[in-house]
């Protein structure tokens, strides 16, 4: 199947905008920095869940975590622009703006993570987990799952298994496959066994090498691999080998944290369990660049006791004010909430359409990050042309999504957390036109 579904007459990316900006973005930022859709958006404006293009043209995001509350939600941008006008400095010296927001950023985790090391971005966060780690436990061996993205700098790299890099996966790294309930024959209790006979094969071979084990690092909704479907007491159990081994765990909140999940603030309380670490990036300042890094009085005071760890830009008071006023917002507007029973709705409807169609897998994901798989009608093997195609049609209709999956067959759904049963049905409906033209 090869023709592009029926797209909007609206003009989007085929604009002379479009055409323009894409030569400069050549001459300036080059050509391979990766841009969205065969024909790129050239957006101008956002509000809520809205984004409008240069063209005009009004697009539901059905897609980015960034705006956490909402693109250019008011109070934010207030918060922002009043904090810059009075002070911005870095915590070399004294103030009360950050102070505020650690405390109330710290407030939302279980014990002992009562510690905040802020930085400016997710990968420097994991990075700086992964330090404190190998410190820690005089360890250098790290266990990930075999299609996951954590980072770029080059030791997250050698550690990168979903995305091209140029760097091999360092001999210190292990990478587990997460099983799928909903791609296995076997029982349960079977895949679970199978799964965590891994996990024992690869920390021995770490040991057997001399690596040993520093760190376990995963996110805790498994989203790049696909949103596998767990079987019950696999990460409580994948936690209790890698302490047994003497590692520590680092829960990549980048894309679960922040209430996306709805039942609980942090993706990984899911599972009834409290990581050495949780790492924090994109959603935390609705925007503007921010990260951190939670973990224990203990950790971060035998780190901070033998290294002299500054950064300049990170908690200064406009980043502070920043994500106080995400933390605020999510509980005035009751965020958590909304993404439990919109998320709900939304993979309810979609289970929906895939007992409509025989192309259509599983319905996937907790809270407002949902996904909804593509297969071979024949055979059930991984579709990604028809998602991709599914992709393409949909921003012909005005909606904002996008794929990932080991085999980016997935539709990958995860848009602001203001999204309501009203913006679903609007996704919903016009999905549901894509896929009756399939």
């Known amino acids: 199947m090869t023709t592009v579904l029926g797209s909007s007459s609206a003009g989007t990316a085929g604009s002379a905008a479009s055409g323009d900006l894409l030569r400069r973005r050549a001459l300036t930022l080059g050509t391979h920095s990766p841009l969205f859709y065969d024909s790129p958006l050239a957006v101008r404006s956002a509000s809520g869940v809205w984004l409008t293009s240069m063209d005009g043209v009004t697009y539901l995001d059905g897609y980015n975590n960034v705006p956490h509350v909402g693109h250019c939600h008011p109070y934010v941008v207030e918060a922002v622009h009043q904090q810059a006008k009075e002070l911005n400095i870095h915590t070399r010296y004294l103030n009360d703006r950050v102070l505020d927001y650690a405390e109330q950023l710290l407030a939302t985790f279980d014990q002992p993570?009562?510690?905040?090391?802020?930085?400016?971005?997710g990968s420097e966060a994991n990075e700086l987990a992964l330090r404190i780690a190998r410190q820690h436990t005089g360890s250098t061996g790290v266990l990930v799952t075999d299609f996951s993205y954590h980072g770029n700098t080059t030791s997250l790299a050698e550690l990168t298994t979903a995305l091209p890099v140029r760097e091999p996966l360092g001999?210190?790294?292990?990478?587990?496959t997460v099983p799928d309930l909903d791609h296995e024959n076997d029982a349960e209790e079977a895949v679970l066994a199978r799964s965590l006979a891994q996990v024992d094969a690869a920390i021995a071979s770490l040991q057997e090498e001399g690596h040993g084990l520093s760190a376990l690092l995963f996110d805790p909704l498994f989203s790049t691999e696909g949103l596998p479907r767990l079987p019950r007491g696999y990460v409580t159990a994948v936690v209790e080998r890698v302490?047994?081994?003497?590692?520590?765990?680092?829960?990549?909140?980048?894309?679960?944290g922040f209430g996306r999940v709805g039942t609980c603030m942090w993706g990984h309380q899911i599972f009834e369990m409290v990581p050495d670490f949780v790492t924090l990036g994109k959603p935390m300042g609705n925007g503007h660049p921010m990260g951190g890094v939670i973990t224990t009085a203990e950790l971060l005071d035998e780190f901070g006791s033998n290294n002299l760890y500054f950064n300049t830009f990170a908690g200064n008071p406009v980043s502070a004010a920043a994500g106080l006023a995400v933390l605020k917002v999510m509980k005035a507007e009751q965020l958590a909430d909304n993404a439990q029973s919109t998320g709900q709705l939304l993979r309810d409807n979609l289970a929906e359409l895939a007992d409509r169609h025989d192309f259509l897998g599983a319905a996937k994901g907790a809270g407002l990050f949902t996904g909804l798989e593509f297969v071979d009608a024949a055979t059930g093997a991984?579709?990604?042309?028809?998602?991709?195609?599914?992709?393409?049609?949909?921003?012909?209709?005005?909606?904002?999504?996008?794929?990932?999956?080991?085999?980016?067959?997935?539709?990958?759904?995860?848009?602001?957390?203001?999204?309501?049963?009203?913006?679903?049905?609007?996704?919903?409906?016009?999905?549901?036109?894509?896929?009756?033209?399939?």
């Not at 993570?113 to 971005?121: C, D």
């Not at 990958?412 to 913006?423: A, E, M, N, V």
């Open 382 to 438: 991984p579709a990604p042309a028809l998602a991709k195609q599914v992709v393409e049609a949909m921003l012909g209709r005005q909606v904002l999504i996008s794929r990932i999956g080991r085999s980016d067959n997935m539709l990958k759904i995860r848009p602001p957390l203001p999204f309501t049963g009203k913006h679903v049905d609007i996704l919903t409906d016009r999905l549901a036109d894509c896929l009756a033209q399939l």
């Open 243 to 256: 302490r047994a081994a003497g590692g520590l765990v680092v829960a990549d909140e980048v894309q679960s």
């Open 113 to 121: 993570l009562a510690r905040l090391f802020l930085t400016n971005s």
């Open 171 to 176: 001999a210190h790294v292990r990478a587990l």
